[in-house]
Each structure stands twice: as structure tokens, then as C-alpha cells.
């Protein structure tokens, strides 16, 4: 008999439900959330904000804000598009489209535990996909400086 973890509960942020949270780093956390509309309308989101340690820091609200600003005005099939730069009490945060699937660092992660390598085929069509991105967002003025697997 296997137990299961209880199931979170959604929390609601303003017009959207954070789902589960997709990852954290130092200065922010990404959340899987449902947006919602008119007439039953509800897509998934990605919600990006701000932890509540670094809500204070003028400077790095400002470069929250500018990533924003920037990003919204890029339109390509491998850079994931901008919806909405809000504020929730006091925080920050950028809605975005959400790209479902696994991330590289899982990928990584599993082949390692497995003792294979990362499928050659795969990581080459990945990293070409994603310079692709890269090469119209350095074209038109942004160089993204924090690339990695996840």
C-alpha cells in the first residue's frame, strides 16, 4: 500500500490561482497557476514573483520591472511570452505563458540516476531551440545572462 501526499490547495492571487510552485531561486519563485475570465474563460499561467525577503529592495524591484518591460515586447516561438506585470499587496509579479513539460535539469537529473547519458538527439534539438530565442532576443537588444538546465 502506497501513501499519497494530501493534495495542496490552490491559493488564490488576485485573479489567479497559484497551483503549485515550479521552482525558487534567491530572488523569486516561479508558480504553475489558472488564470480566469469572462464566461467560464481559464487558462494555465506561469506566475513569476517576488519573494517576500527581496519585496523591500528598490533596486531589484526595478530590474523585476525593466525584465518585464523588456520581455513583453519580444514575440517568438521560443521565449515565452509576457501577459501581465502586476502588484499584490505590495509584490510584484509577472504573469506569463506556461510551457508544460519537464525542464532540462530533470532530464539531466534522471539520465544521471540512471547511468545514461542524455539523449544526444534531444539535447542538440533543445539547445539549438534555445539558441534560436536567444539569437531574436540579441537581436533586438536583450543578452540574457542566466541560462541554465532548469
Not at 20 to 34: F, L, P, Q
Amino acid at each position: 500500500m502506497t501513501t499519497s501526499q494530501p493534495k495542496r490547495q490552490p491559493i488564490p492571487f488576485g485573479k489567479y490561482l497559484l497551483l503549485d510552485r515550479v521552482n525558487i531561486g534567491g530572488m523569486a519563485e516561479v508558480w504553475r497557476g489558472k488564470q480566469f475570465g469572462a464566461s467560464g474563460f481559464e487558462r494555465l499561467v506561469a506566475i513569476k514573483r517576488i519573494l517576500p525577503n527581496i519585496a523591500e529592495d528598490e533596486e531589484f524591484i526595478t530590474m523585476f520591472i525593466d525584465e518585464a518591460k523588456i520581455s513583453v515586447q519580444l514575440a517568438h516561438a521560443n521565449i515565452a511570452q509576457i501577459y501581465e506585470l502586476g502588484q499584490i499587496s505590495n509584490s510584484y509579479f509577472i504573469a506569463m505563458e506556461y510551457i508544460p513539460g519537464k525542464d532540462m535539469r530533470a532530464i539531466f537529473d534522471r539520465c544521471r540516476k540512471k547511468g545514461e547519458p542524455a539523449p544526444i538527439p534531444l539535447v542538440a534539438y533543445c539547445v539549438a531551440k534555445m539558441c534560436e530565442g536567444l539569437d531574436y532576443a540579441h537581436r533586438n537588444g536583450v543578452v540574457h545572462r542566466d541560462i541554465k538546465p532548469d
